[in-house]
Every structure is written in C-alpha cells, then in structure tokens.
C-alpha cells in the first residue's frame, strides 16, 4: 500500500450505532487529520494529531471520537450519529515539518450515511 | 481569520476551451497549494507556489502566485473532460504551526462536456 488508505469506503448505519472509521499513512508523516466534507460546504478541519498527540478539536461534537495510537494509524469511532453527519469524511497526512507550508496527503476517504 | 476565496464557484465548458480559476484573500499566506478532487475521492496535491509572481507549469495547467502573495490563480488550456473535478486552494495558516494546517477555499466546480 503507498499514501493514504481509508477503511470502509462506504459506510450507512443507523443511529443508535457504533462503528470505526480507520486511515493509515505510509508516507511516515508526522502530523494527521480529520475533515468532514459536505455538500455545498468547504472542507471542515475536525481533529488535528501531531506525534500521536491532538494538538486540535475544532468544536466537534463528542459522537464523533478520535484515536491516533500512532503516527501512521487514525482512527474515527463514531456513536449515535445524526443524519446531519452523512458526509464523506476524509483522512489527511502532512511531514510536521515540511518547509513548504504543510502539503497535505489526503486518502478516498470514507461515505458516511446516517439513517 | 484567514480566508481564502475562490471563484468561480461552478464552470461549465465545452472541450477544447480554455479557463482561468481565481483564488484570493485581503491575508498574505507563505504559500499556496492547488488540489483536485474527482468525485468519491479524495484532493490529489496538483502544485505548491512558494514565491511571489511564481509561474508553474503543469502539462495543460497553469498556476500563479501574486507578487503579494495574497492570490493565486489557476489556467487551464484547451480543457478535457478529464480535467472535470472539483479545484481547491489552500494556504497555511498564519502562525507557522509545524503540523501544517491549512484554511482551504470552497472550491470550484469544474465540468468539461466532450
């Protein structure tokens, strides 16, 4: 596998479920993130990991729950979603220290839809 | 906050012409990026503009930073149906954190009919 994967592809559940959202990197960044992408919406910044440590939560309601167990592996476990957040989430990846101003490497990411 | 907006929203053009992708902000970023995204996938980094006044080529696609650093703007020549997708621009934000994030534009939907 080379850049970014994402696991599942698609994904519908109901809304007093609970499933996991898996991105992996191997590019060896430092730095992964989480977005939301919506219809008619820009790309939405949600968790920022930084050597496995969260270094941002833009405010996102705590259904959705981040786990970064190393600079490779992310994790999205989500629990009584609301059809609101169906959208395609995306998994992203950046070398902290790139001098270039954090090219980031994004994965297909996941299709989420919430019944 | 920085901003970065981007216009036109939607395009819609016919094979063989050509268009020009606006990405601007009152913010200077230390750079730009330029992403496409297809549908179903994931942006692919198409460019990174680093200088002010910095052209960069790519095959049919040309990118441009302003002298002052503050737009960018995207030409596309004699476009493909391939080329259909949605075009993102993303900068830095102010402050240098070393994880990179970036504020995106809210893009460009971009449609070439053969």
């Known amino acids: 596998e080379t850049g970014v994967t994402q696991t599942p592809r698609h994904l519908v559940m109901g809304m007093t479920n609970k499933k996991s959202l898996k991105c992996e990197q191997h590019?060896?960044?430092?730095?992964m993130y989480w977005y939301k992408q919506s219809a008619k919406k820009p790309l939405e910044l949600m968790f920022v990991y930084n050597f496995k440590e969260q270094t941002e939560n833009n405010s996102v309601p705590s259904r959705f729950s981040p786990e970064c167990p190393n600079s490779s592996h992310l994790f999205l476990h989500l629990h009584t979603l609301q059809p609101e957040d169906s959208a395609l989430y995306l998994c992203a990846s950046s070398q902290g220290t790139s001098g270039r101003g954090g090219e980031q490497f994004f994965g297909p990411g996941t299709r989420l839809t919430v019944l | 906050t920085q901003l970065l907006e981007q216009s036109p929203q939607f395009l819609s053009i016919q094979e063989g012409e050509n268009l020009t992708v606006y990405c601007n902000s009152s913010?200077?970023?230390?750079?730009l990026q330029w992403y496409r995204q297809e549908p179903g996938e994931g942006p692919v980094l198409l460019v990174t503009v680093v200088t002010g006044g910095e052209v960069k080529k790519l095959k049919r696609l040309t990118f441009q930073f302003g002298d002052a650093r503050k737009d960018s703007s995207l030409h596309i020549t004699a476009a493909q149906p391939g080329d259909t997708g949605l075009y993102l621009c993303?900068?830095?934000?102010?402050?240098?954190?070393?994880?990179?994030?970036?504020?995106f534009g809210q893009g460009t939907i971009l449609t070439v009919h053969p």
């Open positions: 590019l060896g960044h430092n730095a």
């Open positions: 993303a900068g830095p934000n102010a402050g240098g954190t070393s994880y990179g994030k970036l504020t």
């Open positions: 913010s200077v970023f230390s750079s």
